[in-house]
């Protein structure tokens, strides 16, 4: 069992910047690939940025790429989620996500382990 809790959203202006983390309890942590969604009202879940086990593969959303940066630290069990060059359209609930594997191959198609809670993130024009 995983359980994620995210912590960094809140209200920001276009332009600013953000960053979200993801705690993660268990031992598995370092073994599966990690990844953010987000889902704007009346939207379906998107894919936003995934990165695998070891951080050295990443891959982001054409709507975010190069504005958003996917880390992790897995001595710390967290993965994080830093958003400059914010934009209204950002504005979402967004959901860190644990793959069952360590490449993110499943995970960026919609196939994940564990959901967080979500935090918001509000982006004003």
């Known amino acids: 069992q995983v359980q994620l809790v995210e912590s960094g959203g809140g209200l920001v202006q276009a332009g600013g910047s953000l960053r979200l983390s993801c705690a993660a309890s268990?031992?598995?942590?370092?073994?599966?690939?990690m990844g953010w969604f987000r889902q704007a009202p009346g939207k379906e879940r998107e894919f936003v940025a995934a990165?695998?086990?070891?951080?050295?593969?990443?891959y982001y959303a054409d709507s975010v790429k190069g504005r958003f940066t996917i880390s992790r630290d897995n001595a710390k069990n967290t993965v994080y989620l830093q958003m400059n060059s914010l934009k209204p359209e950002d504005t979402a609930v967004y959901y860190c996500?644990?793959?069952?594997?360590?490449?993110?191959?499943?995970?960026?198609?919609?196939?994940?382990?564990?959901w967080g809670q979500g935090t918001q993130v509000t982006v004003s024009p």
């Open positions: 990165l695998n086990w070891s951080g050295s593969n990443t």
């Open positions: 268990g031992r598995t942590f370092s073994s599966r690939a």
């Open positions: 996500a644990a793959a069952k594997y360590r490449s993110t191959t499943n995970l960026r198609a919609g196939q994940v382990d564990y």
